[in-house]
């Protein structure tokens, strides 16, 4: 079972959706099996940020008769690659169960097939990095596969206030998604904060880790660079440089750094509990043979 990390905005537009690409980007540098997953079922289209969306491939609208957790690696065969990412994206045409597409059949039920294809895809790659939104269903349904999640925090005076309330709301639901799922040996799972803005003070990124009580782990400056690599088609991080990749290192030598947990004797597929181990806790050792050139 390989690391999964989430990635959320604590406000619309801070760029949650890039720094999640950079994180699969850079990952997939050291060679290990990597998948990204777009989770915002309102069109999040994290294809067209790794620049992958004319390909051909699987996307989620295959998948809405899922029953059961999927084959990873099989599937995986079938999806678009940004490079070595294999990516799990596009907008579903229906929105979660409310209306059926009569040319496709029925409806995709995001809080069943979600754990299911996460647990599938997490099983078979090293490193799964998914793209959430803010949006109930869909974290309440992945939050027991998450080994860490990324809250990506905007720096004006608006932001700030967005993520005053948006963090500790998301943070009691992934919290209770969690106890729900029977996961008596999980570690307190709290959020890595992200700042992003122009200029990033060391007062306000103090002031953020104090209000939010979660630890600044970086501090995105305004990159044109990365904006014009996405509107020309460069998966972001692609270049192995910028203010990014940078923080996109630091997060996945700390993911990698924390030994996985063996899940499989509290996994309920009902909940979204792991549905299987793959070995022991490996300790600090699991950061073997991942270097990156920060
Ligand atoms: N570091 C950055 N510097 C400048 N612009 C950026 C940066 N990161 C992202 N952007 C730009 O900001 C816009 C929003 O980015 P993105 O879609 O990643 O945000 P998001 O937080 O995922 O948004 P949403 O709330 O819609 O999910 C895009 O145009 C993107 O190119
Ligand atoms: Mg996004």
């Known amino acids: 079972m390989g690391h999964v990390i989430g990635v959320i905005p604590a406000s619309g537009g801070v760029g949650a959706s890039t720094i999640a690409a950079v994180l699969a980007v850079r990952a997939a540098e050291t060679g290990q099996p990597v998948v990204a997953v777009d989770l915002d079922r309102f069109g999040g289209r994290l294809d067209v940020v790794l ?3 004319q390909e051909p491939g699987w996307r989620w609208d295959r998948l809405r008769r899922v029953a059961g957790v999927v084959d990873g690696a099989g599937l995986a065969r079938e999806l ?3 490079g070595a990412v294999a990516v799990l994206a596009g907008a579903s045409r ?3 169960a409310e209306r059926a597409d009569p040319g496709k059949g029925p409806a995709m039920d995001w809080r069943r097939v979600l ?3 996460v647990a599938g895809l997490a099983a078979a790659h090293r490193i799964t990095v998914l793209d959430l939104p803010r949006d109930v269903i869909v974290v309440d349904a992945v939050a027991p596969l998450l080994d860490a999640w990324v809250t990506v925090v905007g720096t ?3 932001q700030l206030a ?3 309330t948006s963090v500790p709301l998301l943070r009691r639901l992934v919290d209770a998604a969690c106890a729900r799922s029977g996961d008596v040996l999980r ?3 709290e959020p890595w904060l992200v700042l992003r803005g122009a200029r990033i003070e060391d007062e306000v990124a103090d002031a953020v880790c104090d209000h939010l009580d979660a630890p600044v782990l970086g501090r995105l400056r305004d990159d044109l660079r990365l904006v014009s690599d996405v509107t020309g088609g460069v998966a972001p991080g692609s270049r192995g440089r910028g203010p990014a990749v940078e923080v996109a290192d630091e997060l996945l030598l700390r993911l990698v750094s924390r030994p996985p947990l063996d899940l499989a004797a509290s996994a309920d597929p009902a909940t979204g509990g792991r549905a299987a181990s793959e070995g022991p806790a490996t300790g600090a050792g699991s950061a073997d043979g991942w270097r ?3």
């Open 115 to 117: 754990p299911d294809v």
């Open 162 to 164: 967005s993520a005053a």
């Open 292 to 294: 990156w050139s920060a």
């Open 94 to 96: 229906v929105v979660g």
């Open 156 to 158: 004006t005076v608006p």
């Open 80 to 82: 678009p690659r940004a």
């Open 51 to 53: 620049g992958v969306e």
């Open 187 to 189: 570690r307190p799972c």
